[in-house]
């Protein structure tokens, strides 16, 4: 069974596009055919008159009651605007902005405004008058657009992947509740190092052939340099330390290796294994827990020196250029 994250697209317009709302979702259905294998996001559309529950609350409007229920637990609005701005509420000049604006001081998602590219019909020429000023006090705030289905998709394909690579660095900088974790290794630098940095370099030193082979030590060299504790054994591990070593000119030679590398390391009990559940049979993740982390890091600080020697070990060859050692002569042009 596949792990599938939810991501909620509130659709937000005045009464008077309600068609494009419709459209609007249809295109958030099609997304989900065609993206959902592959990143495994599914997108939710959020409405107020399919998702809103009836309830009444004294002092409370129906825009606020909407607001609490669904726009604040979204994760991206999308508002379109075609040639009316909508009713007033709430001290708002429509309830289309006031959902803006309460889901961009609560939710802190991602927003999206489209403007329709029509033709105004003379009768709402005066109401459109309301809209372009709405648009142009938009211009110093951030993003709208241009309405249509192709601008809708890139809109949320840019702003899905977005969100999944924010979730990814929330996941790999959070330190974690340890007591909360399934672990099946023990820490070995915690039996190994008790008391100060002076133990701690005495007893385990990173630079031992003996202790530490090559491609383990280029991983806990990665690990200070990108600042990174958590390893997921998911792709994203994998890209990131091929652009580190992309950063650094460096060799394809740790993201060839870096899953064997986790494995080797929590073998040794330098990273602890976590588990989404107690049934799994591999781990989702490696970590080096906050303590010991920080002790790499001090050690690593104060040994930058020999960090560069052995970075310079992995230094990719450069490339000569074929046509340096060339007369003008001898060139076809």
Wanted: no cysteine; aromatic share 12%; net charge negative.
């Amino acid at each position: 069974m596949k792990t599938i994250n939810l991501i909620k697209v509130f659709i937000a317009s005045p009464g008077d596009i309600a068609a494009k709302r419709n459209e609007v979702e249809e295109t958030i259905y099609r997304w989900n055919i065609e993206n959902t294998d592959n990143t495994k996001v599914i997108l939710m559309p959020i409405r107020w008159e399919t998702n809103a529950i009836p309830t009444y609350i004294n002092n409370s409007s129906g825009q606020s009651v909407i607001n609490k229920q669904i726009v604040e637990n979204s994760d991206i609005l999308l508002a379109i605007f075609g040639h009316k701005l909508g009713s007033p509420v709430d001290n708002y000049r429509s309830g289309t902005i006031a959902e803006i604006d309460h889901f961009y001081k609560n939710s802190k998602g991602e927003v999206g405004v489209f403007f329709l590219d029509e033709p105004v019909p003379q009768v709402l020429a005066e109401e459109y008058i309301e809209v372009k000023k709405y648009r142009d006090s938009l211009e110093d705030k951030g993003f709208y657009g241009t309405y249509s289905k192709d601008n809708i998709r890139r809109f949320l394909t840019k702003k899905v992947n977005y969100l999944i690579e924010k979730a990814q660095n929330n996941l790999e900088s959070k330190r974690f509740d340890l007591d909360s974790i399934s672990y099946k290794t023990p820490s070995v630098i915690n039996k190994k190092v008790t008391g100060t940095d002076k133990d701690f370099d005495d007893n385990l030193d990173i630079f031992d052939p003996i202790e530490f082979d090559n491609d383990e030590r280029l991983l806990l060299i990665y690990a200070f340099m990108d600042e990174n504790s958590i390893f997921s054994t998911d792709n994203s591990t994998y890209r990131k330390v091929v652009q580190w070593e992309s950063d650094n000119n460096l060799r394809s030679y740790l993201s060839g290796r870096v899953f064997d590398v986790l494995e080797k390391l929590s073998k040794s009990g330098i990273l602890k294994e976590e588990y989404d559940s107690s049934f799994d049979e591999y781990p989702s993740r490696y970590i080096l827990i906050s303590e010991d982390y920080k002790k790499f890091k001090r050690y690593f600080l104060k040994n930058e020196k020999r960090i560069s020697v052995i970075m310079e070990k992995y230094k990719a060859p450069i490339q000569a250029d074929p046509f340096s050692n060339l007369d003008e002569s001898d060139l076809p042009f």
